[in-house]
């Protein structure tokens, strides 16, 4: 199969296991970071299971093919699948929106490996069908011409970064877990979906499993498992005089992230998630216990952003359309807005 995939930093993660499994993958990128991966390739670093050190995985070695172009050139109908992998805010830079306007008229199906689940993804879910979240969105008409049955999304759980200090086409894996997929719409597009899902589990190296698989499930919620984890650790480490690592925002007060984390998963079983999509909060805090950096989002505030993914905004307004409501979740979500607003201000 052919996958355009938005997003070269952590959609070379995806890029990788599409690669080692015999697929074709290009990247959207800046010129200057295409430029790198056309003449390099890619590399990502991951542990295996039983080792103690990373292993350095280089796209010029798999059995697929990796290329990177920017926005301008891409040409979505040449494609079997479209994956999403750029931070929300990035969808609205002219050249972006322009690309993501021709996906959707293309109508390709849609795989999103964000953590800002896609509008046209919540519009498939009843309750939310026609529930005000726009405000929640950097530019929310970016989503105007997408079918929503195109759409769907895919929890980004692998906690992976970019080394500061390497080249722009090498990722490295800090927590390898999976990529969890709700279904599309059409069968067609989840025959496609689960066909990946079977060649990635198949991939061994020096016959050894491969971590980070993609997993197919048929609840289109278990994706939302992640927002329980977003709104309890990563948000959290925004604090109102600087950043903090996941770890001490989810241990620092433990009563307080399992009463977090408690009303997320409840609010997603309001929309209709089952019990059994949810990880269990004990799960997730041992987890945590080696997220010992702050989250990308805390990082990003702290290094001068005025626009990130705002999925504690969009889940306090999920709940305030269902009339539920957490004085934790608004705290967050103000201490957040403060930090954006303070950082604009010294951008102007």
Not at 237 to 262: F, K, M, N, Q
Request: hydrophobic fraction near 45%; glycine fraction near 4%.
């Amino acid at each position: 199969m052919n996958i355009l995939i938005l997003g070269a930093s952590y959609g070379s993660l995806l890029s990788t296991k599409l690669l080692m499994a015999g697929h074709d993958v290009t990247l959207i990128c800046r010129a200057q970071t295409a430029s790198v991966i056309n003449e390099k390739g890619t590399e990502v670093r991951i542990k295996l299971r039983d080792e103690d050190a990373h292993r350095t995985i280089r796209s010029v070695d798999l059995a697929g093919t990796v290329d990177a172009v920017t926005p301008e050139m891409a040409r979505p109908e040449n494609y079997d699948l479209v994956a999403l992998a750029m931070s929300e805010p990035q969808y609205s830079a002219p050249s972006v929106r322009t690309l993501m306007t021709r996906i959707a008229a293309s109508r390709k199906p849609c795989l999103s490996i964000m953590n800002m689940p896609p509008l046209p993804y919540l519009r498939r879910i009843k309750t939310l069908a026609e529930a005000p979240l726009e405000s929640c969105y950097s530019d929310p008409s970016v989503w105007d011409g997408f079918v929503p049955g195109l759409v769907t999304l895919c929890s980004p759980d692998p906690q992976a970064f970019r080394p500061p200090e390497e080249a722009a086409n090498v990722l490295h894996v800090g927590l390898p877990t999976n990529f969890k997929a709700a279904l599309f719409a059409e069968e067609e597009h989840n025959t496609m979906l689960r066909q990946l899902e079977a060649d990635i589990a198949a991939v061994t190296l020096d016959g050894k499993d491969v971590p980070v698989k993609l997993r197919v499930y048929d609840s289109l919620f278990v994706p939302m498992a992640k927002w329980s984890m977003l709104l309890t650790g990563n948000y959290r480490c925004v604090t109102s005089t600087g950043d903090r690592p996941i770890r001490e925002a989810v241990h620092g007060d433990l009563d307080a992230s399992r009463a977090i984390y408690a009303w997320v998963d409840a609010l997603a079983q309001k929309l209709g998630a089952s019990p059994d999509d949810a990880v269990p909060f004990e799960k997730y805090a041992r987890a945590a216990e080696n997220l010992l950096k702050p989250s990308s989002a805390a990082r990003a505030i702290t290094g001068g952003a005025t626009q990130i993914e705002r999925v504690d905004k969009l889940v306090r307004q999920i709940g305030a359309s269902l009339d539920l409501q957490l004085d934790a979740i608004d705290e967050t979500v103000a201490i957040v807005n403060a930090r954006l607003d303070g950082n604009a201000r010294v951008a102007a």
